[in-house]
């Protein structure tokens, strides 16, 4: 535990909050009434508390809904999450999702897997990933008669769209989507609007654990984390905006 406290100790975010904040709180007691540098201080503090996984996994335990599975899926639907092309692999939010979609379609084998998303290139539109989530389910036992890719949709909302126009959908379809955690309200709140049945399925909800040391250490990865939850928030509320 010690070990891992130390290391948390070298990251360089830390150490830059901790250097940034001594030098303001410095300067503030020499301009005492410099607004600036109040801002600043407070710009910095919550920079820290952004960079904390205790704050992380609140920020994700807000976006993540409770979902009661209710009925066979007649559709799964799996939402893309990007691959690294270079090494021809899918990120670990990709396996991620298609290993849940796995185990779920072994409890309801009569269901179809669609793999969702289209990659966006330099080079114009690619089904890489979903090329690749093919072949992960494929590789896992899920026939090849069972897996359609919907290489249409470029986001949340064309993924219910797009689904909805593959032959032999329609509004009745029950719907299953598996998807991050922190992505389940958006996708659930989409897909709802073109069918009557959608269950909302998690590969990985949040869990904090025992607490350790490192949960009150800002962390680049924590910030990382959080920095995704806040666009979350910030993708619903344009959603909303634009429904």
């Not at 600036?36 to 407070?42: D, G």
């Not at 779920?104 to 897997?113: F, L």
């Not at 309200?185 to 998690?202: N, S």
Request: proline share 3%.
């Amino acid at each position: 535990m010690f070990l891992s406290a130390g290391k948390a100790l070298t990251d360089p975010l830390l150490i830059v909050l901790v250097v940034a904040i001594a030098c303001i709180a410095i300067a503030r007691r020499r301009a005492r009434n410099d607004r600036a540098l109040k801002i600043a201080l407070i710009a910095l503090i919550v920079l820290w508390l952004l960079s904390l996984h205790l704050v992380t996994f609140a920020l994700a335990r807000s976006l993540t809904i409770s979902v009661v599975e209710n009925g066979e899926p007649d559709v799964i639907v799996v939402a893309g999450g990007g691959s690294i092309s270079e090494l021809e692999v899918l990120t670990s939010s990709s396996a991620s999702r298609v290993a849940t979609a796995v185990a779920w379609w072994r409890q309801h084998p009569r269901a179809h897997v669609v793999m969702a998303g289209v990659d966006t290139t330099a080079n114009g539109a690619s089904a890489h990933t979903a090329e690749l989530m093919r072949e992960y389910a494929e590789l896992h036992g899920v026939p090849a008669s069972m897996i359609t890719l919907e290489t249409k949709s470029r986001n949340t909302r064309e993924h219910a769209i797009q689904l909805l126009s593959l032959p032999g959908v329609s509004r009745a379809t029950r719907v299953g989507i598996v998807t991050s955690s922190w992505h389940m309200r958006r996708a659930r709140r989409e897909f709802e609007k073109h069918f009557d049945h959608v269950i909302a399925h998690a590969d990985d909800p949040p869990s904090l654990g025992t607490l350790v040391v490192n949960d009150f250490i800002p962390s680049s990865v924590a910030l990382r984390d959080s920095t995704r939850m806040l666009q979350e928030w910030i993708g619903i509320a344009w959603y909303a905006l634009h429904r």
